[in-house]
């Protein structure tokens, strides 16, 4: 296993657009997390999966923003007529109950011009 | 919301020891203590965590008072590579963590 992969890394859209970014957990980690990280910020918890059930939404995360984890495995996050404020870096993160240690992707850099 | 303060920045001298601090001092009795770190252009990366103990891995040590309000991350000796932002976070489960902006830590030659 590779650790938590993300694509695209990069990803530059005009603003209107609908963007979906993809992240695969580690194998067998159930839990699955989504954060926003904009220049010198620390990441904004967006929304949490436990297996497919998404169990908790930030209100950062408005109605343009949806994200879906079917069969509980891999997930993605949409964004929908993007804006210049969504430009950030989009990070997924994973882990098991059993460990306290949550493993990040590189995420994905999103430019909206 | 449980919160944690910390100093914005830091900086320290090659492999001299490092000790990062954070104040939570509204943290409940069954908050985790955790700290991750950030490298330039990375995700964050795991470093330690603890609940009442003093902790001890590989990468750092966690110092958590005894009153628990406050706790310090300690680097024994910082190399260049330690570069990072580094964040304190309670947390119950992962599912809930919370970041906040960090310390920037600069490490001299």
């Known amino acids: 296993d590779t650790g938590v992969s993300q694509d695209p890394r990069h990803k530059i859209t005009k603003r209107g657009q609908n963007v979906t970014f993809r992240c695969d957990p580690i194998?067998?980690?159930?839990?699955l997390y989504w954060y926003r990280q904009t220049l010198g910020q620390g990441p904004e918890f967006l929304t949490y999966f436990q297996n497919e059930a998404q169990l908790e939404k930030s209100r950062l995360l408005s109605d343009r923003f949806s994200a879906e984890r079917p069969k509980g495995s891999f997930s993605t996050l949409e964004i929908q007529r993007t804006e210049q404020g969504d430009s950030a870096m989009y990070l997924c993160?994973?882990?098991?109950?059993?460990?306290?240690?949550?493993?990040f992707g590189q995420g994905t850099r999103l430019t909206v011009v | 919301d449980a919160k944690t303060t910390q100093p914005n920045s830091m900086e320290s001298n090659e492999e001299e020891p490092v000790h990062l601090p954070c104040n939570h001092s509204?943290?409940?009795?069954?908050?985790?203590i955790h700290w991750y770190r950030q490298l330039p252009s990375q995700g964050p990366e795991y470093v330690i965590h603890g609940l009442t103990s003093n902790v001890n891995n590989r990468m750092a040590s966690l110092a958590i008072a005894e009153d628990r309000k406050s706790s310090t991350l300690i680097l024994h000796r910082a190399t260049l590579r330690d570069a990072a932002v580094y964040y304190c976070?309670?947390?119950?489960?992962?599912?809930?963590?919370?970041f906040g902006a960090g310390t920037r830590l600069t490490v001299k030659p």
């Open positions: 976070i309670l947390s119950v489960n992962n599912n809930d963590m919370r």
């Open positions: 993160a994973s882990s098991t109950p059993s460990i306290a240690e949550a493993f």
């Open positions: 194998s067998e980690h159930n839990r």
């Open positions: 509204t943290i409940s009795g069954t908050d985790y």
